[in-house]
């Protein structure tokens, strides 16, 4: 009973990093209704930096915050300049783009830090008083992060006036311009939303799997298995999808597959949500008539 517990609340300790990961993935898709392949590799990108400038003498949480910072910078930044020319292309076009930007940055990552797997300290002692049998320091602090952030960011969008703003542009862009939005802003603001919370994913992954150019490759498919769960055009559905996938994951890698084999948990979700129920638990099922 024991290790059931203790499996049941590691899974709910990585399911809020899948739970960042599909909440950033359905905020680009609510208004480019594309999946950002690169959503990891940016992550990534992110935590190596909070690495160097640790390594360079700063406190954690300064590296910490600043990351965040440079992440929403990076986020907003891409929308701008490279996304923004191919919203009217054709749907191969930008998953191409998509594609092209996760090589891009793997690349960037691996020829600025190599591809050498770095530790990665986390900023939670193993022998704190938080610390359990059931759940590790790390693991109770990463649970606390994420809990942070992803209420940070329901408040954020639930009573702020650029919250409501991004909220509309998501649900209907025409609309919202119409009554003076800033669209294009908008747009702007949600993919630099996603990057920092990407950073937030990445940083606490970095202390469990270490650093390398392909860190969040897994987490990036375990997020996306969340968000298909959750429904792919319903944030907070995503956000429970990612940590049930959290759960199943460990749940059904200690008790039924295995380790080796944990990664097919999350195929098996992908396609069992497609073939079952396209739009998730959580999400619409838009029907148009012909």
């Given at each position: 009973?024991?290790?059931?517990?203790?499996?049941?609340?590691?899974?709910?300790?990585?399911?809020?990093?899948?739970?960042?990961?599909?909440?950033?993935?359905?905020?680009?898709?609510q208004t480019t209704h594309h999946v950002n392949f690169a959503q990891g590799e940016m992550a990534t990108f992110s935590t190596y930096l909070a690495w160097q400038m640790i390594e360079l003498g700063l406190p954690y949480w300064l590296a910490f915050l600043l990351t965040l910072l440079f992440a929403f910078i990076l986020g907003a930044a891409i929308e701008r300049i490279i996304v923004r020319p191919f919203y009217k292309?054709?749907?191969?076009?930008?998953?191409?783009?998509?594609?092209?930007?996760?090589?891009?940055?793997?690349?960037?990552?691996?020829?600025?830090?190599?591809?050498?797997?770095?530790?990665?300290?986390?900023?939670?002692?193993?022998?704190?008083?938080?610390?359990?049998?059931?759940?590790?320091?790390?693991?109770?602090?990463?649970?606390?992060?994420?809990?942070?952030?992803?209420?940070?960011?329901?408040?954020?969008?639930?009573?702020?006036?650029?919250?409501?703003?991004?909220?509309?542009?998501?649900?209907?862009?025409?609309?919202?311009?119409?009554?003076?939005?800033?669209?294009?802003?908008?747009?702007?603001?949600?993919?630099?939303?996603?990057?920092?919370?990407?950073?937030?994913?990445?940083?606490?992954?970095?202390?469990?799997?270490?650093?390398?150019?392909?860190?969040?490759?897994?987490?990036?498919?375990?997020?996306?298995?969340?968000?298909?769960?959750?429904?792919?055009?319903?944030?907070?559905?995503?956000?429970?999808?990612?940590?049930?996938?959290?759960?199943?994951?460990?749940?059904?890698?200690?008790?039924?597959?295995?380790?080796?084999?944990?990664?097919?948990?999350?195929?098996?979700?992908?396609?069992?949500?497609?073939?079952?129920?396209?739009?998730?638990?959580?999400?619409?099922?838009?029907?148009?008539?012909?």
């Amino acid at each position: 009973m024991q290790a059931f517990l203790h499996q049941m609340l590691s899974g709910f300790a990585t399911g809020g990093i899948y739970a960042s990961i599909a909440l950033a993935l359905v905020m680009i898709y609510q208004t480019t209704h594309h999946v950002n392949f690169a959503q990891g590799e940016m992550a990534t990108f992110s935590t190596y930096l909070a690495w160097q400038m640790i390594e360079l003498g700063l406190p954690y949480w300064l590296a910490f915050l600043l990351t965040l910072l440079f992440a929403f910078i990076l986020g907003a930044a891409i929308e701008r300049i490279i996304v923004r020319p191919f919203y009217k292309a054709p749907v191969l076009s930008v998953v191409a783009v998509f594609i092209g930007l996760l090589l891009i940055i793997n690349s960037l990552s691996g020829a600025l830090f190599t591809y050498t797997i770095k530790p990665f300290a986390s900023p939670f002692p193993s022998d704190a008083w938080y610390g359990s049998a059931y759940l590790s320091a790390h693991e109770v602090g990463m649970i606390f992060v994420t809990l942070v952030v992803l209420a940070l960011v329901f408040a954020f969008f639930r009573y702020t006036p650029l919250g409501l703003a991004m909220r509309a542009v998501a649900e209907n862009p025409v609309s919202s311009r119409l009554v003076g939005v800033r669209v294009g802003w908008m747009l702007a603001l949600g993919w630099g939303l996603a990057g920092l919370i990407g950073a937030v994913a990445g940083t606490m992954t970095a202390p469990v799997v270490y650093l390398d150019p392909n860190m969040m490759f897994g987490v990036l498919l375990y997020g996306f298995a969340g968000a298909l769960l959750g429904g792919i055009d319903n944030a907070w559905g995503a956000v429970l999808g990612g940590f049930i996938v959290g759960i199943l994951q460990n749940l059904a890698g200690a008790y039924v597959v295995g380790t080796e084999l944990m990664v097919t948990v999350a195929l098996g979700i992908i396609v069992g949500i497609l073939v079952i129920k396209p739009s998730g638990l959580f999400g619409r099922t838009i029907v148009t008539r012909v």
